[in-house]
C-alpha cells in the first residue's frame, strides 16, 4: 500500500467516527426536550456542515497524483486539522 492510500483510509476511518459521534448526538436529540432539542440540532446542523466538509476535501485529495499529491497535503493537512478540532468541541459541547 502506498502512503496515498494509507492516508486516505486513515481519514476514511476518521469520518467513519464523526459519522457514529453524529448518530449519538442524534439520538441524544430524538430524547431531548424541547429547549435541549433545539440546541442539539443547532449543533447537528453544524457538524453536518463541517463533515461534508471533510468528505469533499478527501474526494479532492483523492483526484490528486503525483507532485499534486504531495503539494496538497500540507494544506489538506491543516484544513482536516481546523475541521477536527472543531468536530471534537461540538461533540465535546453535548457528549
Not at 474526494?59 to 482536516?80: H, I
Request: net charge positive; aromatic share 8%.
Amino acid at each position: 500500500m502506498d502512503e496515498k492510500s494509507a492516508y486516505q483510509q486513515k481519514l476514511e476511518a476518521q469520518l467513519d467516527e464523526w459519522k457514529a459521534e453524529i448518530l449519538k448526538l442524534q439520538a441524544k436529540a430524538d430524547k431531548a426536550q424541547a429547549d435541549a432539542k433545539l440546541k442539539y440540532l443547532e449543533q447537528l446542523k453544524e457538524v453536518r456542515r463541517q463533515q461534508k466538509e471533510a468528505v469533499e476535501k478527501l474526494g479532492e485529495l483523492r483526484k490528486a497524483q503525483g507532485k499534486a499529491w504531495e503539494d496538497m497535503k500540507s494544506g489538506f493537512e491543516e484544513a482536516w486539522s481546523n475541521i477536527s478540532d472543531s468536530m471534537k468541541k461540538a461533540f465535546g459541547r453535548f457528549g
